[in-house]
């Protein structure tokens, strides 16, 4: 075990060493649930556009699986009691920190168990290739963040993301026993659709258009001198 914990320090030291003022504002944004609130009202318009009364029991068991992630991650916190890398005695002088230290401890990171039960969920939703890529991208990004700001260590999110996708896995398993056995609202079928490439298309042109542009004030931002560097 001591070994496991050594790896894991010198892979955080690693990660969290890549750093400068551009990526420490840009991490700071990224790791904030407000702000993909555009992707995921995106999202949210496609599942009532294609369901329609359907979407009430799609967007009730998407909200359970976040509240499941959150708070059993909450209680392993509580039980585990490992320190995050922010408040470990033996290297918090160390480490890059960002925004906040977070809670007293971090096994395991809720933001890795969130967006991966969001991601795997919504994956079996649309069952589009390139709508897997761009959302399991975006969580894994989300995820690295919590390293990169100093919160997380890498075993930290492992654990976090094979939770959260078991846990998004299991309650679309959920959903579709629901739609077959209880929940029959008409067609379409939950387990017979899929995301159109053309949808996709429109929420790929929406969310890297709010990426680059973010991207791109922040640049401007600290080249003017009007953010701290």
């Known amino acids: ?127 589009n290739r390139r709508f897997n890529i761009l959302i399991f991208c975006w969580a894994t990004f989300v995820s690295y963040s919590r390293i990169y700001l100093g919160v997380h260590f890498p075993f930290d999110i492992l654990t976090g993301i094979v939770f959260g996708s078991a846990l998004g896995y299991g309650i679309y398993r959920l959903l579709i026993y629901l739609d077959n056995r209880f929940f029959v609202l008409g067609l379409p079928k939950l387990a017979d659709t899929k995301l159109r490439n053309k949808d996709f298309r429109y929420i790929l042109i929406i969310v890297l258009c709010f990426v680059f542009t973010t991207l791109l004030l922040v640049n401007r931002l600290q080249h003017f001198g009007w953010l701290q560097q």
Request: hydrophobic share 50%.
């Open 1 to 127: 075990m001591e070994h496991i914990i050594d790896i894991d320090k010198s892979i955080f030291f690693y990660l969290n060493g890549m750093h400068s003022p551009f990526w420490d504002v840009v991490m700071a944004l990224f790791t904030r649930t407000e702000y993909w609130m555009l992707l995921f009202a995106v999202m949210l318009y496609y599942i009532i556009r294609r369901y329609r009364m359907k979407s009430i029991m799609i967007l009730i068991l998407l909200a359970l699986a976040i509240l499941v992630a959150d708070q059993f991650s909450g209680l392993i916190k509580d039980s585990v009691q490992r320190f995050r890398p922010s408040h470990d005695p033996s290297m918090q002088n160390l480490v890059h920190n960002v925004l906040s230290r977070g809670g007293l401890y971090g096994y395991f990171s809720a933001h890795a168990a969130n967006t991966f039960a969001v991601a795997t969920y919504t994956s079996f939703i649309f069952k």
